[in-house]
């Protein structure tokens, strides 16, 4: 009995190390990577030229409130912008609002880059002299800008303000009274700009 069962035990463990059973290798399945070409982000711009509706909306965002006879109003149309300028002989004071057009959109830093010193020497440049006095703004954008300007050696004090008004369009709004005439400034600035008349 025993003979039987040692050759028994030596048949399996010489079948048992015969070659080993392979399994045929797995062909990967996964696709290939392809990758997709990264799509660049243009800007969709507009015509920098002002449309009948940039005039309109230049010529009534005051609404009513420079009215007045004493007021007198010019505007021109043109090179990106419309500009419009109130001047009262009896006040001596301006009132100057331009819309501009920024064809291609813009962000807070275009509107750094482009209220600078340079811009504010061209803007003063018929002024004898000009200091900034403050520069503040709200959660919102809205910015103001004052200055102290000298013209024909009398003092004036200047608002400038910059509203972010659409995706491409700023309107930028600037009011001019003498130095004396305080009380007008804040009236104006009040009918203007209510959440943002001064930086004091």
Not at 113 to 122: K, P
Not at 180 to 186: N, Q, V
Request: glycine letters at 4%.
């Amino acid at each position: 009995m025993k003979k039987p069962l040692i050759a028994f035990i030596i048949v399996f463990l010489i079948s048992a190390c015969g070659a080993p059973v392979t399994e045929p290798p797995l062909i990967a399945t996964v696709p290939p990577i392809v990758l997709a070409p990264i799509e660049q982000a243009t800007p969709v711009c507009i015509s920098q030229e002002p449309t009948d509706a940039d005039v309109d909306r230049a010529l009534t965002y005051t609404k009513e409130l420079f009215s007045s006879p004493d007021w007198e109003r010019t505007y021109t149309v043109g090179g990106g912008r419309v500009v419009v300028t109130w001047s009262n002989g009896a006040a001596t004071a301006i009132a100057y609002l331009e819309a501009l057009i920024f064809p291609c959109t813009y962000e807070e830093p275009d509107l750094n880059t482009f209220f600078n010193e340079e811009n504010w020497q061209i803007i003063f440049a018929n002024y004898e002299s000009y200091q900034p006095v403050a520069e503040c703004r709200t959660d919102t954008g809205l910015r103001l800008y004052q200055f102290s300007t000298v013209d024909s050696g009398f003092t004036y004090n200047i608002n400038y303000w910059v509203k972010n008004d659409t995706e491409t369009r700023v309107i930028s709004m600037m009011i001019v009274f003498p130095v004396e005439s305080e009380a007008l400034m804040t009236e104006y600035s009040n009918s203007l700009f209510p959440e943002l008349t001064s930086c004091k």
